[in-house]
T-cell receptor, first 116, second 116 residues
Framework: GAVVSQHPSWVICKSGTSVKIECRSL??????MFWYRQFPKQSLMLMAT?????????EQGVEKDKFLINHASLTLSTLTVTSAHPEDSSFYIC????????????FGPGTRLTVT | AQSVTQLDSHVSVSEGTPVLLRCNYS??????LFWYVQHPNKGLQLLLK??????LVKGINGFEAEFKKSETSFHLTKPSAHMSDAAEYFC??????????????FGAGTRLAVHP
């Protein structure tokens, strides 16, 4: 149980285009989902927290207009990287939390984004 | 405020020998602590968690960790390393209460190498 999927697993796009990454909780409802970014050989950096039906809360330094997050249902959150640039190339990982009473987050397998 | 320090960026052991990955934390509230493992280009898998119950926590794949409040430590151990244990390990802290958003604070990671 508690499986989180991400799609696509990897994507290559041209500079200036937009890319959407999906995060789904497959066997539970996730009231809260988190988006992380991980640079090579570095730790995970929290980008934003999204609660179903409300606006995402972005961490300091993360551009909300560049990284659009939508949490339209209890099983789906999307991250759209708008007008992507090579410096946006990274490993993006989402996680989902079943409910406010749970301290545990379940992580997706990640999406490797390469912007050329 | 919460923070995590993983004392070793790299640890190298021989197969069959013990593993010790060190983690110290700082938390304004009673903490919940986790160890996650990440294999190359993969998402994170939960090894074990401490949430104010037994201080010695047993996880998957033979790993265990002991919560020591007096030392503010949560070191990860395994009696006998296996080649498949080679991966990146993250120590993570979250306060048992943080206003409800349950942000995870990640350590920088420890890369474990296992030699035959």
């Amino acid at each position: 149980g508690a499986v989180v999927s991400q799609h696509p697993s990897w994507v290559i796009c041209k500079s200036g285009t937009s890319v959407k990454i999906e995060c789904r909780s497959l066997d539970f409802q996730a009231t809260t989902m988190f988006w992380y970014r991980q640079f090579p050989k570095q730790s995970l950096m929290l980008m934003a927290t999204s609660n179903e039906g409300s606006k995402a809360t972005y961490e300091q330094g993360v551009e909300k207009d560049k990284f659009l997050i939508n949490h339209a249902s209890l099983t789906l959150s999307t991250l759209t990287v708008t007008s992507a640039h090579p410096e946006d190339s990274s490993f993006y990982i989402c996680s989902a939390r079943p409910g406010r009473g749970s301290y545990e987050q379940y992580f997706g397998p990640g999406t490797r984004l390469t912007v050329t | 405020a919460q923070s995590v320090t993983q004392l070793d960026s790299h640890v190298s052991v021989s197969e069959g020998t013990p593993v010790l990955l060190r983690c110290n934390y700082s938390s304004s509230y009673s903490p919940s602590l986790f160890w996650y493992v990440q294999h190359p280009n993969k998402g994170l898998q939960l090894l074990l968690k401490y949430t104010s119950a037994a201080t010695l926590v047993k996880g998957i794949n033979g790993f265990e960790a002991e919560f020591k409040k007096s030392e503010t430590s949560f070191h990860l151990t395994k009696p006998s390393a296996h080649m498949s244990d080679a991966a990146e390990y993250f120590c993570v802290v979250t306060p048992l209460w943080d206003g409800g958003y349950n942000k995870l604070i990640f350590g920088a990671g420890t890369r474990l190498a296992v030699h035959p």
